[in-house]
């Protein structure tokens, strides 16, 4: 019998499964398609944070998350025995025109009151950045230590063989048994959003590109022109990602995936004639609310959501299991933001 029966084997619901077994839980994770075979197998695996001024509830749980990854991703890689790509990378940011120095330049104040003593927000110039970094308009740039990432696969399947090792099951089929937890991608929402009869969010797409490139190993990620350019350090860089709301197939990549390679080679030079590795697409659960979604079930006994990830699920996920493991297995949803709830993402009535 499972203590815990969580649907869904992405990122959120892998992580909770691995943060409720290290409490003593007994976890079956159920997904017909296995293991990342949603938005959770994407290339990229940017682990970037909020910008540090206009403080909030939402930035301060990410930011509490991304530091609880320093020791979550290394422990499931030790659990596991393999690798998941985490990195404590950094992020080089060009700065595109002068008007935004002076911004980039007053958040350095916000980080250093909201980051305190692990990490820092600064604005550079050349001479004080590495050898794999874009040119900048300005000859400026931010550059902040907070800024991580991962390779998204494999680290779903490390938590998935660390899963397994602790005692517990990552099955393609099962019953529902204990506490379960819907982390279900954007299908899940759309079922959400058809049993509560209100649009709690949807599906987005995204593609995104790999290309072969001879990278540092510790090059930062880089953020230009909207883009997530990550050297993963296995010869291999990703790239992206578009945002579609509109879509017909969610799974096929077309000319605007041709569009992100172009726009990647004219932000950054050294990527020009790179031999194309793979193209990727997938559709990311977007909250109503741009929020995740972490709450009850309505009219469901002992059931949870946990959805929504969108473009920081990955670095939400260590932060997300924590709380919900502790609402769970101990009855408290002390560390749920308001701004989670489910109520944050059902329309508004109007009195």
């Known amino acids: 019998m499972a203590d815990v029966t969580i649907r869904g084997a992405g990122i959120l619901g892998l992580a ?35 910008t540090p001024d206009q403080w909030n509830a939402k930035k301060a749980f990410q930011f509490e998350s991304l530091i609880l990854s320093r020791s979550f991703w290394p422990e499931v890689e030790a ?16 700065i595109a025109v002068e008007r935004q120095i002076s911004l980039a330049e007053a958040r350095e104040e916000g980080a250093h009151t909201h980051w305190g003593a692990h990490a820092t927000w600064s604005v550079v110039g ?26 998204p696969t494999l680290a779903c399947q490390a938590l998935a063989e660390a899963v397994v090792r602790q005692g517990g099951e990552v099955v393609r089929e099962g019953p529902n048994e204990g506490a379960v937890i819907h982390a279900t991608g954007w299908q899940g929402l759309i079922e959400l959003s058809d049993a509560l009869g209100a649009q709690v969010g949807s599906g987005q797409k995204g593609q995104a ?18 883009l997530h350019i990550i050297s993963h350090g296995d010869g291999s860089v990703a790239i992206g990602s578009t945002s579609e709301r509109d879509f017909e197939n969610p799974t096929s ?12 080679q004219a932000a950054m ?21 741009r929020a995740p979604v972490l709450d009850r079930w309505p009219g469901r006994a002992n059931t949870f959501i946990l959805n929504g990830g969108f473009k920081i699920g990955f670095g939400m996920a260590p932060g997300l299991a924590r709380v919900l493991t502790d609402w ?11 701004e989670f709830r489910l109520a944050a993402s059902l329309p508004k009535v109007s009195t």
């Not at 990549?253 to 990647?264: H, M």
Request: hydrophobic share 40%; glycine share 10%; net charge neutral.
């Open 269 to 289: 030079p050294a990527l020009c004639g790179a031999p194309i590795l793979s193209r990727w697409a997938g559709v990311r659960p977007r909250a109503a609310s």
């Open 126 to 151: 050349r001479a004080d950045l590495p050898g794999w970094c874009p040119p900048s308009p300005t000859s400026r740039y931010i550059h902040d230590t907070l800024s991580a990432q991962i390779q």
């Open 328 to 338: 769970v297995l101990e009855g408290s949803d002390v560390g749920v933001p308001e």
């Open 253 to 264: 990549t077309d000319a605007q995936a041709d569009a992100l390679l172009e726009r990647a």
């Open 16 to 50: 909770t499964a691995w943060t409720c077994l290290a409490k003593g839980a007994r976890v079956r994770v159920i997904d017909p398609n296995g293991v990342a075979s949603g938005a959770s197998g994407g290339p990229v695996g940017a682990l970037a944070p909020h």
């Open 209 to 226: 590109i790999r290309v072969m490139c001879d990278a540092p190993t510790d090059a930062a990620q880089l953020f230009v022109d909207g």
């Open 79 to 94: 659990a596991s025995g393999l690798n998941t790509g985490y990195r404590r990378s950094g992020r080089i940011q060009p």
